[in-house]
């Protein structure tokens, strides 16, 4: 059974920093796909950063424009666990962020789509005010 614990959120204030870790159990993170995405009530989850599939050959890591030099997605394969560390904040990042794996191959900036994933994890919430 594959599970997905996120933790790390809380309150920051704009400007500060915080490091978002995504824990697996029941299937090994360097082989799949692996996505952070962001929801807030009324709008859709959104892709923020992932690393594509080892099998199609990429893995690379991809952020949407509004993260870029800002978030940076790592990955510890010794601890399965996958981090978003982001810094600089801003009072749009604030959310509930969501990490997600799948089995099946994802490539390329696809991997951002949320709709390619099945497991979910349950979420952290993200806060950002003075």
């Known amino acids: 059974q594959v599970q997905l614990v996120e933790s790390g959120g809380g309150l920051v204030q704009p400007g500060g920093s915080l490091r978002l870790s995504c824990a697996a159990s029941?299937?090994?993170?360097?082989?799949?796909?692996i996505g952070w995405f962001r929801q807030v009530p009324g709008k859709k989850r959104e892709g923020v950063s992932c690393?594509?599939?080892?099998?199609?050959?990429?893995?690379?890591?991809y952020y949407t424009d509004s993260v870029k030099d800002r978030f940076t997605i790592s990955r510890d394969n010794a601890k399965n666990t996958v981090y978003l560390q982001m810094n600089s904040l801003k009072a749009e990042d604030a959310a509930f962020y969501y990490c997600?794996?799948?089995?099946?191959?994802?490539?390329?900036?696809?991997?951002?789509?949320?709709?390619?994933?099945?497991?979910w994890g349950q979420g952290t919430q993200v806060t950002v005010s003075s």
């Open positions: 997600a794996t799948d089995t099946s191959i994802i490539g390329g900036r696809q991997c951002l789509n949320p709709s390619w994933y099945d497991y």
């Open positions: 029941g299937l090994t993170l360097d082989t799949y796909a």
């Open positions: 690393i594509s599939s080892s099998s199609s050959g990429d893995r690379n890591s």
